[in-house]
Nanobody
Framework: QVQLVESGGGLVQPGGSLRLSCAVS????????MGWYRQAPGNHRELVAG???????AYADSVKGRFTISADNAKNTVYLQMSSLRPEDTAVYYC??????????WGQGTQVTVSS
């Protein structure tokens, strides 16, 4: 059974940094494809970063150069290092597989608020 537990969110000033963690069970991330998604109020959930086989990464244009996705295969945990945060990065952040559909299982997410 898949379980995804996101953590690390919080309130940060513009220009600040946060590191999100996603503890994964039921999926072996070293051979899978995982991603970080976010959903702001009134918006659809969007994919912001992905990692395959714990190595190959890709990013949405809106976060490229500011966010870094990584994986610790031994801990089966996926991370999202976020820097130079902007108010428009405010959202609930989720991790899931790269082919996750809205009707699939999702964790509780972690709230990121960027505000002065």
């Amino acid at each position: 059974q898949v379980q995804l537990v996101e953590s690390g969110g919080g309130l940060v000033q513009p220009g600040g940094s946060l590191r999100l963690s996603c503890a994964v069970s039921g999926i072996k991330i070293s051979i899978g494809a995982m991603g970080w998604y976010r959903q702001a109020p009134g918006n659809h959930r969007e994919l912001v970063a992905g990692i395959t086989s714990g190595v190959t990464t890709a990013y949405a244009d809106s976060v490229k150069g500011r966010f870094t996705i990584s994986a610790d295969n031994a801990k089966n945990t996926v991370y999202l290092q976020m820097s130079s945060l902007r108010p428009e990065d405010t959202a609930v952040y989720y991790c899931n597989t790269l082919n996750a559909a809205p009707q699939d299982y999702w964790g509780q997410g972690t709230q990121v608020t960027v505000s002065s």
